[in-house]
């Protein structure tokens, strides 16, 4: 069974940096394509990044430059580094698969809520 | 970037049958995958590539797409099938991956 366990989500203050994690089980990241995707408060769901089986990594415009994806395949964990945070950064952050195909998210985490204010 | 437009709120009675329209420019081209998320839970996938389901995801679930409207269909709808609904694609023109605004379902 695919089990992901986002963690490392919590209040900071704009400007601020966080670290989140995705626990995966039940399947390789080193061989999986693996997503994060956001959902601010009473909002639409919005794809954030990938990182690819090779270690490609793609972005969206709203987070180009201050977000950062990465995997650790020995942890089996994928991680969304979050820089020069912004107010309408505030969202809970899904960790997903890309298993079945790249161009669907078939494995969701619970969500972690990244809350940004002063 | 390619946008998807869906209309914000469906209502339906037991029973009958939930249609959701998901519009794109030329959509058919495109694969369509859809998700429910139920509230305070995660989405789940419910169709993808415009008409297939996942493993445990009921037959009343189907979809379609044709022009420049896909369409989820939930039929004999259920208490339980109240959530909202986004409709998702890929576009290969900017590379990333799309969703619509979701539609909220009422069961009334």
């Known amino acids: 069974e695919v089990q992901l366990l986002e963690s490392g989500g919590g209040l900071i203050q704009p400007g601020g940096s966080l670290r989140l994690a995705c626990a995966v089980s039940g399947l390789p990241v080193s061989s999986n394509h693996l997503s994060w995707v956001r959902q601010a408060p009473g909002k639409g769901l919005e794809w954030v990044s990938i990182i690819y089986i090779g270690g490609s990594t793609y972005y969206a415009d709203s987070v180009k430059g201050r977000f950062t994806i990465s995997r650790d395949n020995s942890n089996n964990t994928l991680y969304l580094q979050i820089n020069s945070l912004r107010a309408e950064d505030t969202a809970v952050y899904y960790c997903?698969?890309?298993?079945?195909?790249?161009?669907?998210?078939?494995?969701w985490g619970q969500g972690t809520l990244v809350t940004v204010s002063s | 970037s390619y946008v998807l437009t869906q209309p914000p709120s469906v209502s339906v009675a037991p029973g009958q049958t939930a249609t959701f329209t998901c519009g794109g420019n030329n959509i058919e081209r495109k694969s369509v995958h859809w998700y429910q998320q139920r509230p305070g839970q995660a989405p789940v996938l419910v169709v993808y590539d415009d008409s297939d389901r996942p493993s445990g995801i009921p037959e009343r679930f189907s979809g379609s797409n044709s022009g420049n409207t896909a369409t989820l269909t939930i039929s004999r709808v259920e208490a339980g099938d109240e959530a909202d609904y986004y409709c998702?694609?890929?576009?290969?023109?900017?590379?990333?991956?799309?969703f619509g605004g979701g539609t909220q379902l009422t069961v009334l």
């Open positions: 997903a698969t890309n298993y079945g195909d790249l161009y669907y998210f078939d494995y």
């Open positions: 998702q694609v890929w576009d290969h023109n900017s590379d990333h991956w799309v």
